[in-house]
């Protein structure tokens, strides 16, 4: 146990074929890296029941537990990424953001915006809102800032893609409206459940959803 673990943590398993699902050894690998502020980490092993084999093939496992408390009155958000890989991570580094209004106060925790830069240079900015409390608050159909990536949105959960040259190349918005980044603005004529884009020498392209909404 680490009582005072600093975000950013990792824990990796590798990947065992017990069932032999594989033709030939594979080196497979699950990574779960943590970005909860002021909580505990834990590892350790849970006892499991394996379906097959007659019902009696059991196991003990790895795992980890995150843990968060407090003499008063506690509400937590737990963020990470889990990644799963082969031979080696793609990810070659992850971390936690800020977020504002528009008005410049800082977003509560639970509304979270990860940057993951990836080992060709890509980055993914994620951003994802705690949906049930800004439904009951004033903010419900405000604008959520990034300062770092400029970004401007209006969305519940939006996800936005720049090359290794920091030029746009994909915007994902779901339950949105709008996002403005790097010179781009995606912005819909409603709010839509689900629309992603991709940018092509700067024009924008729709691969899923409905383009009658751009």
Known sequence: CDENAKPGW?????????????ETERDIHLRYTDLTSGAEA???EAWVALPG??????????????????????????????????GASL???????????SDG????????????????????LIIALDVEKLQESEFAHALVVQKDWGVQCEA???????????IVEGIVLCRGESVQ???QALILKEKTEFVEVRYDGGEPIVVAGSGEVV
């Open 10 to 22: 990792h824990a990796e398993w590798k990947i065992d074929d017990r069932r032999g699902y594989l």
């Open 105 to 124: 106060r800082a977003c509560p925790e639970s509304n979270v915006a990860l940057e993951i830069e990836l080992v060709d240079g890509r980055k993914d």
């Open 42 to 44: 834990h590892t350790a």
């Open 156 to 166: 519940e959960l939006c996800l936005i893609r720049k090359s290794a040259e920091d």
């Open 53 to 86: 084999g007659g019902g009696n093939e059991t196991a003990w496992i790895p795992r980890v537990m995150v843990r968060r408390r407090s003499d008063e009155d506690l509400e937590s958000t737990f963020t990470g990424i889990i990644e799963a890989y082969e």
């Open 91 to 101: 990810i070659s580094g992850i971390r936690r953001l800020g977020l504002e209004w």
């Open 181 to 183: 980044v790097g010179g």
